[in-house]
Nanobody
Framework: VQLQASGGGLVQAGGSLRLSCAAS????????MGWFRQAPGKEREFVAAISWSGGTTYYTDSVKGRFTISRDNAKNTVYLQMNSLKPEDTAVYYCAADSRLKGGSRLIYEYDYWGQGTLVTVSS
């Protein structure tokens, strides 16, 4: 599976962005998906994940109520809708695919494929 993330950019605090991650291949629905982020000088961290069907979602506490992960298996795409953005959300955001259908892992090493990342910058 090859993943291509897009949708990043510069936004003011309180604004919104929607990230997309397009997957190649015909087996997208066989993977749970996740979003991670890495701020300058910090380690990569879990943001959100979704099961293969989209029926179950997981979030890190700092984005609950502000971010929404979703997927469209017909379009081989996973999304991250980010609302009420804060300067501390500034990071490179990565999508990743997890071959375990249930998904929900917060562990980087449990993801099999990674996209190239898209930069989100939130100004104060």
């Amino acid at each position: 599976v090859q993943l291509q993330a897009s949708g990043g950019g510069l936004v003011q605090a309180g604004g919104s962005l929607r990230l997309s991650c397009a997957a190649s291949g015909r087996t997208f629905s066989s993977y749970a998906m996740g979003w991670f982020r890495q701020a300058p000088g910090k380690e990569r961290e879990f943001v959100a994940a979704i099961s293969w069907s989209g029926g179950t979602t997981y979030y890190t506490d700092s984005v609950k109520g502000r971010f929404t992960i979703s997927r469209d298996n017909a379009k081989n795409t996973v999304y991250l809708q980010m609302n009420s953005l804060k300067p501390e959300d500034t990071a490179v955001y990565y999508c990743a695919a997890d071959s375990r259908l249930k998904g929900g892992s917060r562990l980087i090493y449990e993801y099999d494929y990674w996209g190239q990342g898209t930069l989100v910058t939130v100004s104060s």
